[in-house]
């Protein structure tokens, strides 16, 4: 079957860094998706990474490693606004996502 | 660029009672769109997925005579639900992909619909 793993939920400090773990198994890959998800809104798009290493987007990065099925996703200076839920998606070989369930990230002053 | 809009944004309506949802993308034309529903502290469980001009394909689970789905245009896609329970009560969500070589899916603001 697929699969989509994360933690349901961290906890951090405003101003720290924060890495969210992802690990998938699915039929094919097509890509890796982050979503963020403020609570009651859609999800907005946070990055995209097909190849392995690492893609910087001012203070998110995402890393993918198709070898291990993993990929992260970076968060550096925390705002207290970066408070909501954070899904990770694979496209499988059907070009259908394959959603986690997300991982409530809780920013403490 | 890329915005998909939903309307309503929230409806309460009575237990029985019908309840149509648009989803239409403003500047781009969508090949494909998506039905999400997410129920509270939950994550997304795709409902169903149309393409233009075609039938959509329902996920294993969710009942295509009481979720209809039609995807008339390329910019334009309905979820009806019918003879709605308050067990539908949920935050439903589209999302339209262009196509081509543009995989990402492009989501609407969501829809939170009330059963009473």
């Known amino acids: 079957g697929q699969n989509i793993d994360q933690p349901t939920e961290m906890t951090a400090t405003e101003g720290a860094i924060v890495q969210i773990n992802c690990t998938y198994q699915?039929?094919?890959?097509?890509?890796l998706f982050w979503y963020q998800q403020h609570a009651g809104e859609a999800p907005t798009f946070l990055s995209y990474n097909v190849l392995d290493g690492l893609e910087e987007k001012g203070r998110f990065s995402s890393f993918l490693s198709r070898s291990k099925g993993y990929s992260y996703l970076l968060l550096k200076e925390l705002q207290m606004k970066d408070s909501a839920s954070y899904l990770c998606?694979?496209?499988?070989?059907?070009?259908?996502?394959?959603w986690g369930a997300g991982t409530k990230l809780i920013i403490k002053p | 660029g890329a915005v998909v809009s939903q309307h309503p944004s929230w409806v309460i309506c009575k237990s029985g009672t019908s309840v149509k949802i648009e989803c239409r993308s403003l500047d781009f034309q969508a090949t494909t769109m998506f039905w999400y529903r997410q129920f509270p502290k939950q994550s997304l469980m795709l409902m169903a997925t149309?393409?233009?001009?075609?039938?959509?394909?329902?996920e294993q689970g969710v009942e295509k005579d009481k979720f209809l789905i039609n995807h008339a245009s390329l910019t334009l896609s309905t979820l009806t639900v019918t003879s709605a329970h308050p067990e539908d009560s949920s935050f439903y969500i589209c999302s339209a992909r262009e196509g081509g070589s543009d995989f990402e899916q492009y989501f609407g603001p969501g829809t939170r619909l009330t059963v009473t």
């Open positions: 149309s393409n233009e001009g075609s039938k959509a394909t329902y």
């Open positions: 699915t039929s094919g890959f097509n890509g």
């Open positions: 998606a694979v496209m499988d070989s059907n070009y259908q996502l394959i």
